[in-house]
């Protein structure tokens, strides 16, 4: 379990990072990265003080005079060389990643290559960040945009994806001629910090990225900040409701993707084996810790008939340490996030679900203090029971039967939470009908876990979404800059003399 610290010095102590040096913070408050499979206390991590999150503010305030200006070619050449360099670290920082956070060193590669994507898409920045001109409005005169950095722009990124979520703020945000602060996850910042430094390494410029580590004071220091123009968060929904909240009220610009239920519609026609492999890879894969796992089958009609074949893939899961050949669902990241989903489940039983498969009593060889829980069922579940109404990000599936795909589309629509969902059918006419009607704002179909390659960008809404515009993509090149337009005419000596005019033009 995270502890805190204060007199440990046995671990390594991560660093900040501030004007391009690795900083020893002064903090007073540390807290241990744990090794989910283990218990092994990796290192501690500090609680950076104000005066440190003041320094890296004013660090990147200082770096965005000159970074802004910097020509676009030398900041897509500095993420070339980056992708270059985390292409060639992928499998040593999965090895950092997996030890922390617990997934396998396949998911960790994967952790590790989605957020590459994003660095090879920032590496095109100089056709996304372009503007708009249009010649002659008036006579002689023509308007333009100019898409324009904003500034010191903040990170705070949550523990289930350590490289991909860093990579889906930072590289976009300073290649749009903006300098970052990054506040990343307490619970597993080794792997994040890798990345920092192969940043460093590939040329990013003293200050225009730092780094500090925190909890709930470092965050809210940073979302008050005078100097801080807008803030990106990804966490949990009453974390990111609440820095949303706090940094809209003090003027930044914000975008928060926060937690989610994301429920897969099956209708009785789809493909029954490529659908329950499909179900069970994404609700028990990354053991749940996915904010676009599955974690609701909803089985539409004759489809109800496959909760056993469903429920003997999920019991032939091995569940095992991260970094054990052949484990397909490693622990959940804290001993504290084993006991809240565990209380979870007891809920789910008292409340009157059906526990068709219990992960509860897994055991692990050779890994006995393991935050183990193995793949869970259940069914018999009705909509206002804690298992449905809570995210539980473990390894845990609730299943619901219903009779038609009206009935399915209208039930996702009721649940408050908008992330991802799909639907899985050999029907394109059923398939278009709830790519329409179904109020989700990522969708797959017959694709479990659908998120958006970087050239798109991540669309999560309703409740698992507080701002306009999401991450990486076009709309997060809206985010980081502001449109400037630009009203202009020229003179020279043949130019006609309008004379004084004090109406608004007419034309
Ligand atoms: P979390 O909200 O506990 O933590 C996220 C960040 O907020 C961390 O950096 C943490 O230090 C900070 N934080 C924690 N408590 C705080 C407080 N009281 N005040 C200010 N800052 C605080 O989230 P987590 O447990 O690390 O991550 C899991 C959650 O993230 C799940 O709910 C999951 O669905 C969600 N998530 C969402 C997306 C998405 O794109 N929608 C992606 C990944 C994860």
């Given amino acids: 379990m995270t502890q805190t610290s204060t007199q440990d010095t046995t671990v390594p102590t991560i660093k900040l990072l501030i004007q391009g040096e690795w900083v020893e913070s002064t903090a007073t408050e540390y807290r241990h990265v744990v090794n989910p499979a283990t218990q092994q206390v990796l290192a501690?991590?500090?609680?950076?003080?104000?005066?440190?999150?003041?320094?890296?503010?004013?660090?990147?305030?200082k770096?965005?005079?000159?970074?802004?200006?910097?020509?676009i070619g030398a900041r897509m050449r500095i993420m070339l060389k980056y992708q270059e360099l985390i292409r060639a670290n992928s499998k040593r920082i999965a090895a950092i990643l997996t030890a922390e956070q617990g997934k396998t060193l396949s998911d960790a590669e994967g952790d590790i290559f989605r957020g590459l994507?994003?660095?090879?898409?920032?590496?095109?920045?100089?056709?996304?960040?372009?503007?708009?001109?249009?010649?002659?409005?008036?006579?002689?005169v023509d308007t333009y945009t100019l898409q324009q950095p904003l500034g010191v722009c903040v990170g705070i990124t949550p523990f289930n994806f350590p490289a991909m979520i860093p990579l889906w703020m930072f590289p976009m945000a300073i290649v749009c001629g903006n300098t970052f602060v990054l506040k990343?996850?307490?619970?597993?910042?080794?792997?994040?910090?890798?990345?920092?430094?192969?940043?460093?390494?590939?040329?990013?410029?003293?200050?225009?990225?730092?780094?500090?580590h925190g909890a709930k004071d470092v965050v809210d220091a940073l979302c008050t900040h005078p100097d801080v123009k807008a803030v990106s968060f990804v966490g949990s929904t009453a974390v990111g409701t609440h820095v949303y909240?706090?940094?809209?009220?003090?003027?930044?610009?914000?975008?928060?993707?926060?937690?989610a239920?994301?429920?897969?519609?099956?209708?009785?026609?789809?493909?029954?084996?490529?659908?329950?492999?499909?179900?069970?890879?994404?609700?028990?894969?990354?053991?749940?810790?996915?904010?676009?796992?599955?974690?609701?089958?909803?089985?539409?009609?004759?489809?109800?008939?496959?909760?056993?074949?469903?429920?003997?893939?999920?019991?032939?899961?091995?569940?095992?340490?991260?970094?054990?050949?052949?484990?397909?669902?490693?622990?959940?990241?804290?001993?504290a996030a084993r006991q809240r989903i565990l209380g979870l489940i007891e809920a789910g039983v008292r409340e009157g679900a059906t526990l068709a498969l219990d992960g509860r009593e897994v055991s692990v060889p050779g890994y006995p203090d393991g935050n183990f829980i193995g793949p869970t069922v259940f069914t018999d579940v009705t909509t206002d029971m804690s298992i449905y109404t809570q995210e539980i990000f473990g390894p845990v599936l609730v299943v619901i039967g219903v009779d038609t795909l009206d009935e399915a589309i209208a039930l996702v629509n009721r649940n408050p939470f908008g992330n991802g969902t799909g639907v899985f059918t050999q029907s394109g006419a059923a398939?278009?009908?709830?790519?329409?009607?179904?109020?989700?704002?990522?969708?797959?179909?017959?694709?479990?876990?659908?998120?958006?390659?970087?050239?798109?960008?991540?669309?999560?809404?309703?409740?698992?979404?507080?701002?306009d515009l999401g991450p990486y993509g076009k709309q997060v090149v809206q985010f980081y800059t502001q449109t400037k337009t630009v009203t202009a005419r020229w003179f020279d000596d043949s130019t006609v003399n309008d004379g004084v005019n004090t109406t608004i033009a007419l034309r």
């Fill in 44 to 61: 501690r991590v500090p609680l950076a003080t104000r005066a440190e999150v003041d320094a890296a503010v004013a660090a990147a305030q």
């Fill in 63 to 71: 770096a965005f005079a000159t970074w802004r200006d910097t020509p």
């Fill in 117 to 140: 994507e994003v660095v090879e898409h920032a590496a095109s920045i100089g056709t996304l960040q372009q503007g708009g001109f249009a010649e002659n409005v008036a006579a002689g």
């Fill in 184 to 212: 990343p996850s307490e619970q597993d910042p080794m792997s994040t910090m890798e990345l920092v430094k192969l940043a460093i390494e590939a040329g990013v410029p003293p200050g225009v990225l730092n780094v500090v």
């Fill in 245 to 259: 909240n706090l940094a809209s009220a003090h003027g930044k610009r914000v975008q928060s993707m926060m937690g």
């Fill in 261 to 335: 239920k994301n429920h897969a519609v099956v209708l009785p026609d789809a493909h029954k084996e490529q659908t329950l492999n499909a179900l069970v890879g994404a609700s028990f894969g990354a053991a749940g810790q996915r904010c676009m796992a599955t974690s609701v089958a909803v089985l539409v009609g004759a489809a109800r008939e496959w909760v056993p074949d469903l429920i003997e893939r999920a019991r032939g899961l091995k569940v095992g340490a991260g970094a054990e050949p052949g484990t397909d669902v490693g622990p959940v990241v804290s001993a």
């Fill in 431 to 467: 398939a278009r009908k709830f790519q329409n009607e179904i109020d989700v704002g990522q969708v797959g179909i017959n694709i479990p876990i659908p998120v958006p390659v970087p050239y798109f960008s991540f669309t999560g809404s309703r409740g698992s979404k507080l701002g």
